[in-house]
């Protein structure tokens, strides 16, 4: 009895289950933003974070992600006049999926993100200029916030300045792994069974008793 009772606690233990991989982080934009998480470059996706002041930071987590799919981060900056400005760090909570630098942490710069003045994809796609670094305390913002990396840059068009009206920045999370059900079918067929035989047999040894 015992042993059958064990031999059940370890497929309970050993069956597949799903990597419950998960993004997170932190952004702010001068003026507003919202952040998004799409499974479309050209489709807006599911809203993750927002806020409305550049003085402060919106950090959120948990976001889940699904094995196997191709995602996109969306990143509305909202200029209301004057300079704006879009910072933020993200970052990957293990090796199954990456961001467009081929690692697990991203964050806003000159290279891993593209913008549009029109909207998620849409052609011309522009580069960003930096404004500063977020460690860098004299920049244009005076701004260094602790939920976010040193390296993170103010980023903008400049020419789009005094603006009011968003750009639409967008990057890549790009999976390394293939889609892993959660639990596979067959290991709920076999663990049913196993509860079944197991049942079976406190029966019999009930009626024998």
Request: hydrophobic letters at 35%.
């Amino acid at each position: 009895m015992k042993r059958a009772f064990f031999c059940l606690l370890a497929l309970i233990l050993t069956a597949p289950v799903a990597n419950a991989e998960t993004l997170s982080g932190a952004a702010t934009t001068d003026n507003a933003f919202n952040l998004y998480l799409s499974t479309s470059p050209t489709t807006q996706g599911i809203l993750i974070d927002s806020g409305s002041s550049w003085a402060s930071s919106y950090p959120f987590s948990g976001v889940l992600l699904t094995p196997g799919t191709t995602y996109y981060l969306q990143f509305e900056g909202i200029n209301e006049g004057g300079p704006g400005s879009i910072i933020g760090s993200f970052d990957l909570s293990d090796s199954s999926f990456e961001f467009s630098n081929d690692t697990q942490s991203l964050n806003t710069d000159t290279t891993d993100w593209t913008y549009s003045y029109t909207g998620w994809d849409q052609g011309p796609l522009q580069t960003p200029v930096s404004y500063g670094l977020n460690s860098d305390a004299v920049g244009p913002w005076g701004q260094d916030f602790p939920d976010m990396s040193p390296s993170a840059e103010w980023v903008w068009d400049p020419d789009f300045d005094y603006t009011v009206a968003p750009l639409y920045f967008e990057t890549t999370i790009t999976p390394l792994t293939g889609p892993s059900p959660v639990p596979e079918p067959a290991s709920l067929t076999l663990l049913g069974s196993g509860l079944l035989a197991l049942g079976s047999m406190v029966a019999r040894r009930r009626r024998r008793a």
